[in-house]
């Protein structure tokens, strides 16, 4: 059984870093394929991709944010970080971890989501 | 803006049959491309409806089915249930952006 738990502040002040860790079971992101990529969503607002990262420490990014964000994993723990460095007002939003299947080009297990407001 | 679109909202009575569009381009969707659908119900997160354009996850109803067709694909929900309400949001890959793209979402009301 797969699960996934976002972890980290609820609210940031603006210009301040942000880290969120999810925390995963079931699978290891060191099987061939694998990914967590890391989802946003602003309130009433549309879904947005922002990072991936593969069992191969590969990593992809959102064009549109791909200055301020930075994925990483740490196998053993079965943790993937995200950091999003100077937050705005504008990046007050739901963030979601999840698993991506070998091979494929979908998000299949989500994590529940944690809010994260951006306010001083 | 999103890259693909979706209209906003959809309606429809208890029973009948509702669609979603998904219109994307010539370097996603267009591109060969699979099309997935999600499924969020307020206050949770997001449920894989459909992958691979047709394909339903174990446990989703059959009266959830997708489709695929140059550059849009669509997701019909048939016998449609007050359970059905929700956001359902479209998902493909852009080769252009090299980025997991998602449609703007439709609300669906179950009359």
């Known amino acids: 059984q797969i699960t996934l738990k976002e972890s980290g502040p609820t609210l940031v002040n603006p210009t301040q870093t942000l880290t969120l860790t999810c925390t995963f079971s079931g699978f290891s992101l060191s099987t061939s394929g694998v990914g967590v990529g890391w989802i946003r969503q602003p309130p009433g607002k549309a879904l947005e991709w922002l990072a991936l990262?593969?069992?191969?420490?590969?990593?992809r990014y959102s064009p549109s944010l791909k200055s301020r964000v930075t994925i990483t994993k740490d196998t053993s723990k079965n943790q993937v970080v995200v950091t999003l460095t100077n937050m705005d007002p504008v990046d007050t939003a739901t963030y979601y971890c999840?698993?991506?299947?070998?091979?494929?080009?979908?998000?299949?297990?989500w994590g529940q989501g944690t809010l994260v407001t951006v306010s001083s | 803006q999103s890259v693909l679109t979706q209209p906003p909202s959809v309606s429809g009575a208890p029973g009948q049959r509702v669609t979603i569009s998904c219109t994307g381009s010539s370097s996603n969707i267009g591109a060969g491309y699979d099309v997935h659908w999600y499924q969020q119900i307020p206050g949770t997160a997001p449920k894989l409806l459909i992958y691979g354009n047709i394909n339903r996850p174990s446990g989703v109803p059959d009266r959830f089915s997708g489709s695929k067709s140059g550059t849009s694909a669509s997701l019909a929900i048939t016998g449609l249930q007050a359970e059905d309400e929700a956001d359902y949001y479209c998902q493909s890959y852009d080769s252009k952006l090299n980025a997991y793209v998602f449609g703007g979402g439709a609300k669906l009301t179950v009359l």
């Open positions: 990262i593969y069992w191969d420490d590969d990593k």
């Open positions: 999840a698993h991506r299947g070998s091979g494929v080009l979908y998000f299949d297990y």
